[in-house]
């Protein structure tokens, strides 16, 4: 009887194996620094104000009662900061008032000599904030020269008329309180020194356009601070989010990758395994080609039958190689698909990362410009305060 030699089925080829998957996400270019929000300096508060033009001293202010009877030098001694002419018939006055009513004349709110600081906040206060009433630019109004005063019962005739009998008079009919001492020269040459003032290349007028501009820019970096600071908290959230993802990511790749190499060690295994059975398979080739060149007889029969029992079994085997060979096919060909699917993922990481690098650039670039702002801020502030100190030298000439 005739014995077909096994034929050569062996396993099936396998898939083409994919490549592992690299973990390729740059972080070198992840340069972008999570800058610190610009400090918020915006003062709109009176008190901050206040400290900036005046310091932490308060306006000295003092009060003093006596008898009546005789006067007893007890005007209010803010009187004393007045030009010197002015303050001696101030004294002069408030004896007078003193004799005639028994009382001192006073002050409001220590509204005699007014510093060119102190006029600067008041002016700066109602123009930018709405505070108080309106009041001169520093260096435009006599309280700057210690030549008016502020009074309390200003409706008085006494008093009215005894301010008048030593130089002092009312010069602005909507403000009855406030008296100016038009009884010197020194009034003509403050008044000529105002006009001067009032000029427009003068410090007043170029403190009062450094002012403006700074505010002007102030509120503009306030606006921006608060755009920018949103964005970079939108940034910084992002940031977070990608990081997460990336985190999950690479999990996800690390764990493809070792799963990837047990599959290559199988595949590795299963080649062996072939290789052997094909190394069998030649081994019963030649066995039977020794057997078909017996003679006939017993002997060859029993040499058939136990070959045939042999070659059943590496048929079995030859299925069960198969069967393997599907299973690694079918791995692989999923280990195709996952591979895909995380470049994809990888991709769309890129991506992101792209967009918060140029959301990144963009807010160092409004950093950078929000610190110019700041630095003009502060330039125009010491601008201001120049102006201020030039100002107080030109009224104290007077
Ligand atoms: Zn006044």
Same mark, same amino acid.
């Given at each position: 009887?005739?014995?077909?030699?096994?034929?050569?089925?062996?396993?099936?080829?396998?898939?083409?194996?994919? &490549?592992?998957?690299?973990?390729?996400?740059?972080?070198? &270019?992840?340069?972008?620094?999570?800058?610190?929000?610009?400090?918020?300096?915006?003062t709109q508060s009176r008190a901050k104000i206040t400290e900036s033009f005046?310091?932490?001293?308060?306006?000295?202010?003092?009060?003093?009662?006596?008898?009546?009877?005789?006067?007893?030098?007890?005007?209010?001694?803010?009187?004393?900061?007045?030009?010197?002419?002015?303050?001696?018939?101030?004294?002069?006055?408030?004896?007078?008032?003193?004799? &005639?009513?028994?009382?001192?004349?006073?002050? $409001?709110?220590?509204?005699?000599?007014?510093?060119?600081?102190?006029?600067?906040e008041l002016?700066t206060l109602?123009?930018?904030f709405?505070q108080g009433?309106?009041?001169?630019?520093?260096?435009?109004?006599?309280?700057?020269?210690?030549?008016?005063?502020?009074?309390?019962?200003?409706?008085?005739? /006494?008093?009215? !008329?005894?301010?008048?009998?030593?130089?002092?008079? &009312?010069?602005?009919?909507?403000?009855?309180?406030?008296?100016?001492? /038009?009884?010197?020269?020194?009034?003509?040459?403050?008044?000529?020194? %105002? $006009?001067?003032?009032?000029?427009?290349?003068?410090? /007043?007028?170029?403190?009062?356009?450094?002012?403006?501009?700074?505010?002007?820019?102030?509120?503009? *970096? !306030?606006?921006? /601070?608060?755009?920018?600071? *949103?964005?970079?908290?939108?940034?910084?959230?992002? #940031?977070? !989010?990608? +990081?997460?993802?990336?985190?999950?990511?690479?999990?996800?790749?690390?764990? #493809?990758?070792?799963?990837?190499?047990?599959?290559?060690?199988?595949?590795?295994?299963?080649?062996?395994?072939?290789?052997?059975?094909?190394?069998?398979?030649?081994?019963? $080739?030649?066995?039977?080609?020794? %057997?078909? @060149?017996?003679?006939?007889?017993?002997?060859?029969?029993?040499?058939?039958?136990?070959?045939? +029992?042999?070659?059943?079994?590496?048929?079995? +085997?030859?299925? %069960?190689?198969?069967?393997?060979?599907?299973?690694?096919?079918? +791995?692989?060909?999923?280990?195709?698909?996952? @591979?895909?699917?995380?470049? $994809?993922?990888?991709?769309?990481?890129?991506?992101?990362?792209?967009?918060?690098?140029?959301?990144?650039?963009?807010?160092?670039?409004?950093?950078?410009?929000?610190?110019?702002?700041?630095?003009?801020?502060?330039?125009?502030?010491?601008?201001?305060?120049?102006?201020?100190?030039? *100002?107080?030298? *030109?009224?104290?000439?007077?």
């Open positions: 009887m005739k014995h077909p030699s096994i034929p050569k089925k062996n396993k099936k080829p396998l898939a083409s194996k994919p &490549r592992p998957v690299q973990q390729k996400a740059s972080h070198a &270019r992840r340069l972008i620094k999570k800058q610190k929000p610009v400090k918020k300096k915006i005046y310091g932490a001293k308060k306006p000295f202010f003092v009060k003093e009662f006596g008898d009546k009877s005789e006067y007893n030098n007890g005007y209010d001694r803010t009187a004393q900061s007045l030009h010197s002419e002015a303050f001696e018939k101030f004294v002069e006055a408030d004896k007078e008032y003193f004799q &005639r009513t028994g009382l001192n004349i006073d002050v $409001n709110k220590s509204n005699a000599r007014r510093s060119i600081r102190r006029q600067a002016y109602k123009r930018w709405g009433n309106p009041t001169d630019r520093p260096g435009h109004s006599l309280h700057n020269y210690g030549l008016a005063v502020d009074l309390i019962r200003t409706n008085e005739n /006494t008093l009215v !008329e005894i301010m008048g009998n030593h130089g002092w008079t &009312r010069e602005k009919p909507h403000e009855p309180w406030h008296f100016e001492f /038009t009884g010197s020269d020194a009034h003509g040459r403050a008044k000529n020194k %105002i $006009n001067d003032l009032k000029k427009s290349n003068s410090p /007043t007028t170029k403190w009062w356009n450094a002012m403006d501009n700074k505010f002007k820019k102030e509120k503009e *970096l !306030e606006s921006r /601070t608060e755009t920018y600071e *949103l964005q970079l908290s939108d940034y910084n959230a992002g #940031f977070d !989010e990608y +990081d997460e993802w990336e985190k999950l990511y690479t999990i996800d790749v690390n764990e #493809f990758n070792a799963w990837y190499k047990e599959l290559e060690k199988d595949l590795v295994a299963h080649n062996q395994e072939v290789a052997n059975h094909d190394k069998l398979v030649k081994q019963g $080739n030649t066995w039977l080609a020794q %057997i078909e @060149a017996m003679e006939e007889g017993d002997a060859k029969d029993r040499e058939l039958a136990e070959y045939d +029992d042999w070659k059943a079994r590496m048929d079995r +085997d030859f299925d %069960i190689l198969n069967g393997n060979a599907d299973t690694i096919d079918a +791995d692989f060909a999923w280990a195709e698909g996952r @591979a895909l699917e995380l470049d $994809n993922e990888f991709t769309q990481l890129e991506e992101r990362l792209v967009e918060l690098t140029e959301l990144g650039n963009s807010l160092n670039g409004e950093f950078d410009a929000l610190k110019v702002l700041e630095e003009e801020i502060k330039n125009l502030e010491h601008k201001a305060d120049a102006l201020l100190n030039e *100002l107080e030298v *030109l009224v104290q000439n007077i």
